[in-house]
Nanobody
Framework: QVQLVESGGGLVQAGDSLRLSCAAS????????LGWFRQAPGKEREFVAA????????VYADSVKGRFTISRDNAKNTVYLQMNSLKSEDTGVYYC??????????????????WGQGTQVTVSS
């Protein structure tokens, strides 16, 4: 069992930066995949980024490559999402998710049995 708590969302202007945090508790081990997803109003939840708990594997959605950076602090059991050059289309509820499986399915919500409550990010243009 893994528990996840996100924080760091807020209201910013286009071009600004935000850093989201996801504190994990419970079972954490090297094969654990930690992912960030987001959901805009009226749209499906979409993949943003994922990192293997060991840190040796990282993947991003094309829409955020070069602007967002995912990282983790093992000592704090926390995963971060640094978001730079924010755009209005980045607006949505951002969710942290965890899975005991790292593989081709890390891009899909169905890969993740554990989810946080979400944190709102609003980017005004």
């Amino acid at each position: 069992q893994v528990q996840l708590v996100e924080s760091g969302g807020g209201l910013v202007q286009a071009g600004d930066s935000l850093r989201l945090s996801c504190a994990a508790s419970g079972r954490t081990f090297s094969s654990l995949a930690l992912g960030w997803f987001r959901q805009a109003p009226g749209k499906e939840r979409e993949f943003v980024a994922a990192i293997r708990w060991s840190g040796i594997s990282i993947v991003y959605a094309d829409s955020v490559k070069g602007r967002f950076t995912i990282s983790r602090d093992n000592a704090k059991n926390t995963v971060y999402l640094q978001m730079n050059s924010l755009k209005s289309e980045d607006t949505g509820v951002y969710y942290c998710a965890a899975s005991q499986t790292w593989g081709a399915r890390v891009y899909y919500t169905s890969n993740y049995p554990y989810w946080g409550q979400g944190t709102q990010v609003t980017v005004s243009s």
